[in-house]
């Protein structure tokens, strides 16, 4: 069969039942009716010779022949895109897209206000949606394209992932207002003797601070590991218990509990950098690109560096955007596995 012969809008309706998983919100998503849907499925399975999706209620479940080709079918059809519509027509104030953004909650709150209102002024057709994705998930729904970019920590990826460092933050302490540790100076031993919250989605697993706590062979005690820091500054409003957390954030959270906030006891772990990562195929993605600029500019206007060796590195690694490989095992000390959690 010869590529003159496929109708290639048919593979856009393969990415978007893929994508959906439904054969009625896939055409809401492309504007074709049910039946239109219905026959280019048809004429696809008679084409790949595969039934590419079988239904299970109201879901259509991918069979392994669409799996292994989803991936190369994005990225034809991004290729496509790019190259035929958005090299030079692209205008944020009349293109439609929905973004898919990698965030966790410490962030949300700091990026997405300013960033919103920028894209209501300028991009008033593209909408976001932020999700919380396990680090070791990232780089594949970054590959799948079902994710546009992630912010997080620094993470070992493969050379198709490509990085900038954003800004870095200081770690800090938090205890609420006439707990015994303020009759003492905040050190490591003070501090590993006292009960502590953990934040995280995860049930199980160490976070940041516990392996870096691990590698000084010390050990803290955890006695409530819960999922938002909001109900962490709650309890420890109420216990003596220490929540340790970006410092921006604890500002942000601490305007209604007036806690204490100690510098982190461990100097190899008073900062903690945050990366924004995306696919080397959406490099070159107009739209990409001018939200990642648009990330950049918020994160440069409200949360710039003002560590010296933070601006160096994040100037180097911008004037090439590079990707995660061997320069990014020279550019950091901290090398977190995928499944730790701050």
Not at 28 to 36: E, F, I, N
Not at 111 to 133: D, G, H, N, Y
């Amino acid at each position: 069969m010869h590529l003159s012969q496929v109708d290639l809008n048919l593979f856009v309706v393969l990415e978007a039942i893929y994508r959906e998983g439904n054969l009625t919100r896939a055409g809401r998503q492309l504007k074709l009716t049910q039946p239109a849907m219905s026959h280019a499925l048809k004429r696809l399975r008679e084409l790949l010779k595969d039934p590419l999706f079988l239904r299970e209620g109201a879901n259509m479940v991918p069979t392994p022949f669409s799996r292994n080709m989803i991936n190369e079918v994005r990225q034809a059809l991004q290729i496509l895109e790019v190259n035929l519509y958005e090299n030079r027509n692209f205008d944020p104030a009349h293109t439609r897209r929905d973004f898919q953004i990698g965030l966790w909650e410490l962030m949300e709150s700091s990026i997405l206000p300013p960033l919103v209102k920028i894209m209501a002024k300028a991009a008033p057709e593209i909408s976001m949606t932020t999700l919380r994705v396990k680090r070791r998930e990232i780089e594949a729904e970054l590959a799948s394209g079902s994710l546009d970019l992630a912010l997080d920590i620094p993470i070992t990826m493969s050379d198709s992932i490509k990085q900038l460092p954003l800004f870095s933050d200081r770690v800090v302490v938090m205890a609420r207002e006439g707990h015994p540790i303020m009759a003492h100076e905040l050190d490591l031993d003070t501090y590993i003797r006292q009960d502590h919250i953990l934040v995280s989605s995860r049930r199980l697993g160490p976070s940041l601070v516990d392996a870096e706590l691990n590698r000084k062979g010390r050990r803290r005690r955890i006695a409530l590991r819960c999922q938002h820091y909001f109900a962490a500054c709650r309890v420890v409003s109420e216990t003596d218990m220490l929540l340790t957390i970006p410092e921006r954030y604890a500002q942000m959270l601490n305007s209604g509990f007036n806690h204490r906030v100690y510098p982190f006891p461990l100097k190899s772990l008073q900062q903690l950098e945050i990366h924004m990562y995306w696919h080397e195929s959406a490099d070159n993605d107009p739209p990409n690109r001018w939200l990642r600029e648009q990330i950049k500019k918020v994160v440069d206007d409200t949360f710039a560096a003002e560590e010296p060796e933070f601006k160096r590195r994040a100037s180097t690694l911008r004037a090439g955007a590079i990707k995660t490989g061997n320069a990014a095992k020279s550019r950091t000390k901290m090398r977190p596995s995928k499944k730790i959690d701050f």
